[in-house]
């Protein structure tokens, strides 16, 4: 998908300088770093929010009307575990290569493992936060 992977860091140093013997130089920015992550979010963001409002109907909604039996199997048999797996499949779809790239986008549906767990256990960090969908998808 992108023709640079990133794998070769060819910068050339803005200036050098030399601290205790050692060498060190500042570099510019890679802006292909950057628009690597920001497909990676615009691509993940939708998921997430899909995730979101299949936490707050199936999980959320039951948790405060009767037993949570099939909220506990929803959320660990099935989103959580598609949650740490979706990830690698999105950085293969996209041919990521390069580690910072990859371990950034791979840690961001973390975000819906903890969500789908204080949602099955009822502790979410404001009760705000679960008043209507809209406000627990953002």
Do not use: H
Request: aromatic share 14%; hydrophobic share 45%; glycine share 6%.
């Amino acid at each position: 998908l992108f023709i640079d992977k990133l794998l070769v860091d060819n910068r050339v140093p803005i200036t050098t300088f030399t601290i205790t013997d050692n060498n060190w130089g500042l570099f510019p920015p890679r802006f292909d770093v950057w628009k690597q992550l920001t497909y990676l979010v615009t691509i993940q963001l939708p998921i997430q929010y899909l995730f979101a409002a299949i936490i707050y109907t199936f999980i959320i909604k039951k948790r405060k009307s009767k037993s949570s039996t099939s909220s506990l199997l929803l959320g660990w048999g099935l989103i959580i575990p598609a949650s740490c797996l979706i990830p690698f499949y999105i950085l293969e779809f996209c041919d990521i290569r390069s580690l910072p790239v990859r371990l950034a986008g791979g840690n961001m549906f973390s975000i819906v493992g903890f969500k789908c767990i204080e949602a099955m256990y009822g502790t979410p960090p404001n009760p705000e936060v679960e008043t209507s969908i809209l406000q627990y998808m953002t």
